[in-house]
């Protein structure tokens, strides 16, 4: 297969724009006494009401004005909105509401004009949000548009991880990535199940992608499951059991159908004896 890498693009007519805005508008995190819900209050209406950023509380206040644009001013404030995982039992509220903010202006700017497929402004601002949400984020993270997380503060990433488009990250029970994961579109990577009994019985289990794991698109890696260096899961697969090293599965439940060519030799016995769950 011949070798596609990406191209560089010359930069934008308004490159200087975004990179004095995206200078001014992240410098505030570094502060650990920031009002991040204010703060992401207002980097939103700047982008999406420019002409109430002075005058938003007055705004919001003013009952003259039409409900529906009072409500859509309000929602700028991540506390005037509810995020799925509040509702999780087990949500540690102190760590969730202080992410809070940046998960909901991570989402926001995702669907505004100036967001969504605007992939160098998307993918710089998101690399400076992660590790203020991430339990720990390496270096270069990459992240593409439309990425869903539960509660964010229980990933855990090595370097040169890619996410791509529409990729669910449910960090419920914690996600661990190491170096250089990559995790393509619309896959979804779980760590919380339910008893087929009880719905309300849930089960979190970390879900590790160990070093160079490739998730393919549309693929599903279910709760607890661990795939192992270099391992790959193929499109659509549904990994319900652990993913031997330099292992490809595929298929629903995803089984082996070969080991890399550049796996090391032992890499099919080796492993089969240390893993102590069983694996697909
Ligand atoms: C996993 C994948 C890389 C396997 O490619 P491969 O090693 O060349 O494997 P092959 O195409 O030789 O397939 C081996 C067998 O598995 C089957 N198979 C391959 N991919 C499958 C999949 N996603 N689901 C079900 N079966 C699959 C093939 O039909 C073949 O079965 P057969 O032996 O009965 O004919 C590839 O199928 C895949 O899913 N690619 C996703 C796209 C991708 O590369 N993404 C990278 C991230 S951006």
């Not at 390496?138 to 539960?150: D, L, P, Y």
């Not at 996600?175 to 309300?200: C, F, L, P, R, W």
């Not at 192992?228 to 439940?253: C, E, F, L, S």
Request: glycine fraction near 6%; hydrophobic fraction near 40%; aromatic fraction near 8%.
């Amino acid at each position: 297969m011949p070798i596609r890498q990406l191209r560089k693009l010359a930069p934008a007519p308004a490159a200087a724009i975004a990179d004095a805005w995206l200078e001014r508008t992240t410098a505030p995190l570094a502060d650990p006494k920031l009002d991040r819900p204010r703060w992401c209050r207002e980097v939103l209406c700047e982008l999406a009401f420019p002409q109430y950023a002075g005058n938003w509380e007055t705004a919001v206040a003013d009952a003259s004005l039409p409900a529906g644009l009072r409500l859509s001013l309000a929602a700028l404030d991540p506390r005037n909105v509810t995020l799925e995982p509040e509702y999780y039992a087990e949500c540690d509220d102190a760590a969730f509401q202080r992410v809070k903010p940046l998960l909901w202006l991570w989402y926001s700017f995702d669907r505004l004009p100036v967001g969504g497929q605007n992939v160098d402004l998307g993918v710089r601002l998101r690399r400076l949000l992660a590790p203020h949400i991430f339990k720990r984020c390496g270096e270069r993270f990459k992240a593409f548009q439309h990425v869903e997380f539960s509660f964010g503060y229980n990933i855990e990433c090595g370097d040169d991880v890619v996410v791509h488009r529409h990729v669910l990250l449910d960090d419920r029970g914690g996600i661990v990535m190491g170096n250089k994961v990559s995790i393509s579109d619309y896959a979804n990577i779980y760590s919380h199940t339910h008893s087929i009994v009880e719905q309300a019985d849930v089960t979190n289990a970390p879900t590790i992608l160990e070093d160079g794991v490739r998730i393919t698109y549309h693929a599903t890696v279910l709760a607890g499951v661990r795939v192992a260096t270099q391992g790959m899961v193929g499109a659509v697969a549904v990994a319900t059991k652990d993913v031997r090293p330099y292992h490809v599965n595929v298929g629903i439940p995803a089984k082996s159908v070969r080991v890399k060519p550049n796996a090391p030799t032992d890499s099919w016995e080796a492993t089969r004896t240390s893993n102590t769950r069983k694996d697909g």
